[in-house]
Nanobody, 126 residues
Framework: QVQLVESGGGLVQAGGSLRLSCAAS????????MGWFRQAPGKEREFVAA????????YYANSVKGRFIISRDNAKNTAYLEMNSLKPEDTAVYYC???????????????????WGQGTQVTVSS
């Protein structure tokens, strides 16, 4: 059974930083693309960042480019999202997701991912 468990969310002031973790089990983690998405109240879930199976390719939404860093440690079956210079508009529930279907192709759409975590709340105060 595949499980993705996010942690590291919380309340932070604007300009602050947080590091989210996503611990994976039940899948061969090193084979698959991992992504981070977020969903704010009343809005659709949106792409934040993705990383290829090897970590060699990363992709970011324009809204977080230059502020967020996605990474992974295949030995620990864990993906990370380092978030810096946080803004109130970054407030959302953040989800990690695994794509076990599309091989080396890195997708940035919700529909491209097969497994999802339960989410972790990030709140940025102004």
């Amino acid at each position: 059974q595949v499980q993705l468990v996010e942690s590291g969310g919380g309340l932070v002031q604007a300009g602050g930083s947080l590091r989210l973790s996503c611990a994976a089990s039940g899948l061969t983690f090193r084979r698959y693309t991992m992504g981070w998405f977020r969903q704010a109240p009343g809005k659709e879930r949106e792409f934040v960042a993705a990383i290829s199976w090897s970590g060699g390719r990363t992709y970011y939404a324009n809204s977080v480019k230059g502020r967020f860093i996605i990474s992974r440690d295949n030995a620990k079956n864990t993906a990370y999202l380092e978030m810096n210079s946080l803004k109130p508009e970054d407030t959302a529930v953040y989800y990690c997701a695994a794509d076990v279907t599309h091989g080396v192709v890195v997708l940035t759409t919700v529909s491209g991912y097969d497994y999802w975590g339960q989410g972790t709340q990030v709140t940025v105060s102004s």
